[in-house]
């Protein structure tokens, strides 16, 4: 029986049935883990950009793509919280001499910096 061109290629096929199926696999990449701004950026991509998502899958870069963008949003927010801290005047005083607004203000920056990250990393 003649070879196909997949199996000149060095592809095999697997029998499942009376189907013979073409053994596919992505290439080895080592999986890296991702946090939750990556977890956040895939779930819009894959709602949202479905081409690209299918991009990255297909090319097996879905891994280290979410991991540099979790990297990126984890240093905006470890960079802009101390800076929004002294912008408030988010102090240790203020947390001693009234707890609420200290937490309130605590809310607050947590707040702005989750915004700033969502619409500059996230949902781009």
């Known amino acids: ?9 060095g592809g095999t096929y697997e029998q ?10 992505l290439p080895a990449k080592d999986v890296v883990p991702i946090g939750l701004w990556g977890q956040r950026h895939l779930q819009y991509i894959k709602q949202h950009r479905k081409i ?5 899958i297909t090319s097996g ?3 280290s793509y979410l991991a540099d963008i979790d990297e990126l949003a984890n240093s905006i927010y470890e960079n802009m919280v101390p800076l929004y801290k002294s912008l ?3 102090t240790e005083e203020l947390k001693k001499s009234n707890p ?6 605590n809310n607050d ?3 702005v910096i989750n915004e700033i990250i969502y619409n ?4 781009r």
């Open 1 to 9: 029986m003649k070879k196909t061109i997949f199996e000149q290629m």
């Open 16 to 25: 499942q049935g009376d189907y013979l199926i073409p053994c596919l696999a």
């Open 52 to 56: 690209f998502y299918t991009n990255l």
């Open 61 to 63: 870069d879905l891994y």
């Open 88 to 90: 408030y005047q988010v």
């Open 100 to 105: 609420f607004e200290w937490v309130h203000r």
């Open 109 to 111: 920056i947590i707040d």
């Open 120 to 123: 500059d990393v996230i949902f």
